[in-house]
């Protein structure tokens, strides 16, 4: 599982995406939306929705890293 977080212009909050694409994945649908005019970058996240910001209003985009999630109660014994 993977966080994306987005940063839009002149909205205060980022939209955060959990996705199950990869890092590279994920850079090289941000660089092919930002080659076209008039783009838009577009994502799916874990649950199969949709999420899809024209390239002109993108502030920022964080990728992280591969996430594995933990199983179990860490440090509980």
């Known amino acids: 599982m993977m966080e994306v977080k987005i940063g839009v212009r002149s909205v205060h909050r980022e939209l955060v995406v959990e996705t199950d694409l990869s890092a590279e994945q994920v850079e090289e649908e941000i660089r092919n939306a ?44």
Do not use: Q
């Not at 994502?43 to 929705?49: L, N, P, Q, V």
């Open 34 to 77: 930002l080659s076209v005019d008039r783009g838009v970058f577009a994502i799916t996240d874990a649950k199969g929705r949709r999420v899809v910001v024209p390239v002109a209003s993108l502030g920022f985009v964080e990728i992280g890293e591969d996430e594995s999630r933990p199983v179990g109660f860490g440090g509980t014994l």
